[in-house]
Each structure stands twice: as C-alpha cells, then as structure tokens.
C-alpha cells in the first residue's frame, strides 16, 4: 500500500525559499531530473592570489595554471560605507569576522579545519571584503570566494559570473622541450593591476624562478615574461633567481616603479618600462629585509598624518616594514662590493607590529582589513580592521593603559567603551 | 522502517504537497557517501519524488550543505535514492543526513578507500653523499598528502641528534605537484650561497662531512585525513660544496652496440635534480623529436633503454634542457653561486651526439 510522502516544510512559502536558494529550481522535482549545477565544469580550480581593478576580479588559479578575470555586479558588491570599522580617537579596530575558516566551513559544510584562508582583496568603491580560500586539504580541494557583507560572510557563486580567462601556459624556464612531461606545478604568488596590466608573479617546486609575467587586461592571450637578477647583500654577489613572492607598482618621482619583495627579502625597485618580453635586467636592490624571513604582501597606501606615500610589507618571521616612497625614490642602489651583511640593511623604512598577519589589504584611506591568528585563540582565524597608518589595534595589546584605574595618558577613557 | 509518528507526518503534510509516494517499508534506511564524496546513496527507502531543499547534511558545529536528487544509474547501488551534495563530503566528518520530510536523520560519513595507511615512497635524491650547497629535496609519498601541516612534521637533524632550526625557506606556501604526492623541500638560499657563515645561531645547514637525518613524522596527515602509518628517515653524508656550471662533456656515455636494445647509461659525475632530470634530459633523432624508450634514474645517472635496437643510420642526440640542474641549482650555462656580473642568460640546449660500440 503506497503512502504519500513530502518534504517537512513549515510552509509552503519556506519551501519555496529553501528549494530556490541553492538551485534556483521550481520547489518540486522529479529525481529523474539531473540537478542542473553538477553539469558545468567549474571555470576556477583553485583560488588563490586575487586582486580587484574597479569591478572586476582577479584570481591567481594555480592548479588551473591561469588568472581568471570575474566581472561582479551589484549582486556581489554591496556597498558597505555604512559598517563602522573600529574608532580612530582610541585606536580601536574592529574584529569583523571571529572565526572566518570555521564561517566558511559552517557554509560549505566542512569542518573548520579543512579550509584555508589565501588571500583577501578590497572592492574600492564599494568597501566590500572579498576571500579566496580552499575547501578541502587534498589535491581535490574545491577554490571558495566569498565576501563580508555586513560583518556576514557569504559565498560568490563564482560558477554563476560572467568570467575571461588567461592561460600562463608552461613556467617560462620550462618552454623548451618537455617530451610529455608534465610542467611543474607553479604557484601564483602575487598579482597586481595596474593600468590596464596584470603583472603575475609565482614560484614552481622544481626550480627557482625570477620570471614575472606582464599581461594586458581585457585579454589578449599575450603575455611578457622577464627574468629579473638582483644583487642580493646576504649572499655578496648577484642572485640571479629568487622567486618574487609579492610586488606592488607605485609611482616614485613620477615613475611608474615596480617594487618587488624576494625570497629571503632584497627589496628592489624596477621601472615599468624595464620590463619588456623577454628581457633579462637587474633590478636595483635597495633594501634588505633581513635573513630567514619571507615576505608576505606588499602594498602602497598614504599615511592620512602626513600626507606622505608608503608602502607595506609583512613578514612571516619579523614585523611588518613601513616604507616612505620617497625614501625608495632617493635610495641608492646598495653597493654590490661590500662584504656580506645579514640585514636588515639599506632601506627598510619603519617597523611596524604587524606579525602573525597572514593576508591584508587596504579597506579605504583609513582602515586596512587583516587575516590573522585571533591574539587571544591563535586556533581561531579573525577578519580584523586595523588604523592606518599604524595597523595597530589597541585592544590586541597588555598595557597597563587598558586597565581600570591606571593612568589614561592618551584620555582614552574619555570615549564609551567600543560595542559594535 | 517508517515509526507510526513518521507515517502519520507523511500522511498529514501529504495533504498539502502531495508530490511523492513512499511504499511500505521493512529494512532500516542507511546513508553511505562514495569515495569521492560526491554521491549520496539513501537506501531502503522506497521513495519516487524528493522535493529540492528538502535533504541536508549537517555538522554538529554547524557546518550545513544542501543535496539535491539526481537520477540513478547502472553504477549506483540497485534501488538507492541518489544525492549530490553542493560540495564533496569532507573525510572524516561525521555527517547527520536530514530527509526533513519523513523526519529522518541517518549518520553519515564518506568511506575513505582504504588501501592502507599512505607512506613515504621516497625521499629523493637517495645518494649516501650530497653536496654542502644542495637547494632542494624531494619527499614522495604512495598516495596524495593534506597541505598545510608540512613544516610541523619535517625535520632535519645533525650527526648528534640536533635537530637544525629552520633548516627550510618558508615561504608560506607548500610546494606540492598537482597530484600533492611529491613535495619540494627549498634549505633557506640564504644559509647555502658561497660566502655566507652567519653567526653561530644561523650557519649554513650543512657541514661538509657532517651527517644529517632527514626525518618525516608519522603525525603527517594524508589527503584521506589519516596520519602516515609510520615516520620515515633518510641519513645522508655532506661532502664538498659543487658550485661549478654542469659540464655535459664530462658525463660519462656508455656506448651500445648499434641493432642491440642495450641500455643507455648516462653517469653525470655529479647528483642532478632527480626531478628536474625527468624533464630535462631526453634523447632525440637528429629532426628533434624524442627517441622510443624508457628512462630510470638511478640516482647520479639515468638508464635509457630503447624500444627499437639502436640505428647505425641515424645518430641519436643527449638533449639537455638549458633549465637542467643540479641538485644544488648549477644549470649548463653557469652555476646558481656566480661572481658579480657573470650570470650567462640559459636559453640554449646542450646536444651531445650519442656514440656506438660494436
């Protein structure tokens, strides 16, 4: 005797929210119906760097071997003016997010621990905070975007966008004759727009690369390639082939200027016009950010104090590095026939108390946006505003100011105690 | 099998969506994922219509992913309903399966294919003896790895059990090939160029003559979320430091017999990029394209062995990729320690004539 069954909706009007939500499919189905989303291959294999120019983009698809162009709609971008982000008077930022890993997972329905957080980009107008991240550890992980809208993460159905795609093709030192042989897995570790370019910069397992790739935007299929040598100080001759790990592109005396950060860390300075196809130049290295340490991001942001040009570079191993541009448009380059120096020598600007951040980028004039270890549960991986130019939150630190009846030289007490 | 509350539900709701038909059921209904996670078998549940949205898996943290029907086939068990979930289930999460209209919660995990606990394949180059300067190793594994818990679980140790503190360049990313099966293992360039004897706290890795333990521990999680099923270590020697540019006249060519299938060996006198080595040397006809045969690495040399006897007619070329390198980064054109202003541009390829015995 067959029974009639149905799903154990509230109301019908709850079941035509639900069932439209994920598919946008009419309530009811047959299963003899194929769900529609399963059938088109995904245009992202992997999400890594990314990068917005106005409304577009950008990201780093390693495992795709390509940068992958997304044009995101009001759908996507909401305008967030309105979300207070922390209080300047008292140095106060705001923790945005608690836990973004354990959000995302609680979206995708994966434990907290199987997803990685790899970069954060800012939409300039709208304020709007985008992530990239994996779900999933394995060589089967599924690339996530997804956007902070209101203190609230949500996903991008980035399968749903309209999207351009350019293919890195094989790793440049890698072009010649491969008999067969698979390229080497290269990982996409920084992409920056600038001017109607990407320039791409990554690091393969089997050698130990320089080449940064120059690429027009909207795509043309043609990209640049230059190998770029550095003097490196620590080592007390040339250093032909450290890997970029992070550059920013900034104007210095009116120049358009790559500014580069290395693997175990010169910092080098190269004009945009240097860089050509095919070309093989030597950058003028003009800092050193010191032994053992890899650099993270760089960016230029201007200091809303003194109206001055900077740029930003964080560390794994040391703090993050504050640099004037006029102090790297003056810089000499650094002598190549001087003894070894460890570092930091030449220019490394100001430090500034940025460790354990693993991924920041500018909200507006005032504010930055990080991803970071929560100071008090490093197990927990926070969305954090920080005040520019300090990138500093007073409430991460143990000083005596913060407690009740000590002194309040900065009359910080002054103000209500931060509840947003 | 359905209680009387959940028939008396089915009953109930059915009169205001009465979309589907659920015959009498006798055998309990169980959940099962494949191996991939991707494909919900409901069994024992004799079901013809499901409406979407109405089957969800949960976490107990909260984690939520929606399923939607999709249509048997012949590989799906016989007579199971069939789900795919919005993302693969992750292995090793327990899941609670809803089918919110019967008012059913079955557990729910994706069943692993276990063929065994992964393991260490290798740990490359295998040489007894590497050079002070060598850049980079290679750690293989039987089966593909988790990233992001690399640097906690592999270790370098000195002669006396030392263990060498960061021994690794970070560099904040892993460095994996696309199947995360080989992980490429950079020392920190700054402690392995010429000239560099920083104090006491950060030498050089290696000491020339000292020997050294590269461990990789058990704790090491795999792709399936299981640790290794056991740690694995490699004890090597340092000698000198090489810091001269590869030098393909000085490999040592056997010469075989032309009409014979003998093998090829190709001694380099030095250790290459086992890696790198694979992509980077080849044999070839004199109009470029590669010779059939197959290539071994047997450590400092490989082993070409052609799928047709050797011509007299035509002469085989070694071919070296002007990218070939060394285990410590020297390439043909110049050795990655060069003088000021002497770096030599590598855009070209070596190719050396292969000669014959009788």
């Given amino acids: 005797m067959p029974y009639t069954m149905t799903a154990k909706f509230h109301s019908s009007r709850q079941a035509i929210r639900l069932a439209t939500s994920l598919f946008g499919l009419s309530v009811l189905t047959a299963i003899a119906a194929p769900a529609a989303a399963q059938s088109a291959a995904p245009v992202l294999k992997s999400a890594g760097a990314i990068e917005f120019s106005d409304d577009v ?114 790793p440049p030192a890698q072009a010649a004759l491969e008999f067969g042989q698979p390229a080497a897995f290269y990982t996409i570790t920084d992409i920056d727009h600038y001017n109607g370019e990407l320039f791409v910069s990554g690091v393969s397992g089997e050698d130990f690369d320089s080449t940064l790739r120059r690429i027009a935007y909207p795509f043309t299929g043609e990209q640049s390639e230059t190998q770029i040598e550095i003097w490196h100080a620590v080592h007390a001759q040339w250093e032909t082939r450290a890997p970029i790990i992070s550059q920013t592109i900034a104007e210095v005396d009116g120049v358009p200027t790559l500014v580069a950060v290395y693997a175990c860390t010169p910092l080098v300075r190269i004009p945009l016009s240097d860089l050509t196809d095919g070309a093989q130049i030597r950058g003028e290295m003009i800092g050193e950010l010191g032994y053992g340490n890899t650099p993270i991001d760089i960016f230029a942001y201007n200091n809303p104090m003194d109206g001055s040009d900077n740029v930003l570079v964080t560390n794994t191993n040391r703090s993050a590095n504050a640099i004037p541009l006029q102090l790297i448009a003056d810089a000499e380059p650094m002598a190549v026939d001087v003894p070894n120096n460890f570092g930091p020598a030449g220019l490394t600007g100001f430090p500034v108390p940025l460790s354990g951040v693993q991924h920041i980028d500018l909200i507006n004039d005032n504010w930055a946006v990080a991803v970071r270890p929560d100071p008090k549960d490093p197990t927990r991986i926070q969305v954090q505003s920080l005040l520019v130019p300090f990138f500093f939150n007073r409430a991460d630190h143990m000083v005596e100011m913060n407690w009740p009846g000590t002194a309040d030289p900065f009359g910080y007490r002054q103000f209500p105690p931060l509840d947003l | ?57 949960t976490l107990a943290d909260g984690g939520r992913l929606k399923l939607e029907p999709v249509e048997a086939t012949d590989a799906d068990p016989a007579g199971a309903l069939v789900f795919v979930p919005r993302f693969p289930l992750s292995i090793g999460a327990e899941y609670t399966l809803h089918l919110n209209g019967l008012g059913l919660a079955l557990p729910l995990e994706r069943s692993a294919s276990r063929t065994g606990l992964t ?189 047709a006897p050797w011509s007299a007619e035509a002469t085989p070329y070694l071919f070296v990729a002007p990218h070939a390198e060394d285990i410590a980064g020297n390439r043909t054109c110049g050795a990655f320690d060069v003088e000021t202003r002497t770096e030599a541009q590598c855009d070209e390829p070596v190719l050396r004539p292969i000669k014959f015995g009788s």
């Avoid at chain 1, 979206?107 to 304020?127: E, F, K, R, S």
């Avoid at chain 2, 009169?15 to 009498?24: G, N, Q, R, V, Y």
């Avoid at chain 2, 060519?253 to 290459?272: D, I, K, N």
């Fill in chain 1, 57 to 170: 983009l950008f990201v780093g698809d390693s495992a795709g071997n390509q940068v992958v162009a997304f044009q995101l709609g009001a759908e996507t971008l909401t305008d967030q003016a309105n979300y207070q982000l922390g209080r300047p008077q008292t140095f106060e930022g705001r923790t945005i997010v608690e836990d973004l890993p354990a959000d995302i997972g609680r979206l995708t329905g994966a434990p907290a621990d199987q997803i990685t957080i790899n970069d954060v980009a800012v939409h300039a107008a709208t304020q709007q905070i985008v992530v990239s991240a994996h779900r999933g550890l394995g060589p089967d992980a599924v690339p996530v975007l997804a956007r902070i809208n209101d203190g609230a993460v949500e996903l991008i159905d980035h399968a749903g966008l309209s999207a351009t795609v350019h293919a890195l093709g094989a």
């Fill in chain 2, 1 to 57: 099998m359905l209680s009387l509350r959940q028939k008396w539900k089915v009953a109930l709701l059915a009169t205001f969506l009465p979309l589907a038909t659920l015959s009498e059921q006798t055998l309990a209904q169980e959940a099962r994922a494949n191996e991939s996670g991707d494909r919900i078998w409901v069994t024992n549940l004799d079901v013809t219509e499901v409406g979407h949205g109405a089957v969800e898996a």
């Fill in chain 2, 119 to 307: 393991k260490v394949a290798a740990i490359l180059p295998e040489q007894v003896t590497l050079p002070a300067n060598t850049l980079r190793m290679y750690v293989t594994f039987d089966q593909p790895m988790a990233r992001g818990n690399v640097m906690r679980h592999i270790s370098l140790f000195d002669g006396d059990g030392r263990q060498i503190e960061n021994a690794f360049l970070n560099l904040g990313i892993e460095l994996w090939n696309a199947e995360q099966t080989q992980l490429t293992l950079l020392f920190d360039p700054g402690r392995l160029k010429l000239g560099v004897r920083p104090n006491t706290t950060h030498g050089a890795p290696f000491d020339e003559g000292q020997t050294y333990r590269l461990v990789v521990h058990d704790q090491m999680r795999a792709a399936d979320g299981q640790t290794l099923s056991e740690s694995f270590e490699l004890m090597f020697t340092v000698g000198p430091a090489e810091r001269r540019p590869i030098d393909v006249a000085a490999w040592q060519l056997s010469e075989p017999p032309t009409e014979s299938l003998e093998p090829l060996v190709v001694e380099f006198a030095r250790v290459m990029d086992p890696a790198l080595s694979r992509r980077t040397v080849a044999l070839i006809n004199a109009d470029g394209g590669p010779l059939a045969g197959t290539w071994a690495s047997m450590g400092s040399s490989m082993v070409f062995t052609p799928s």
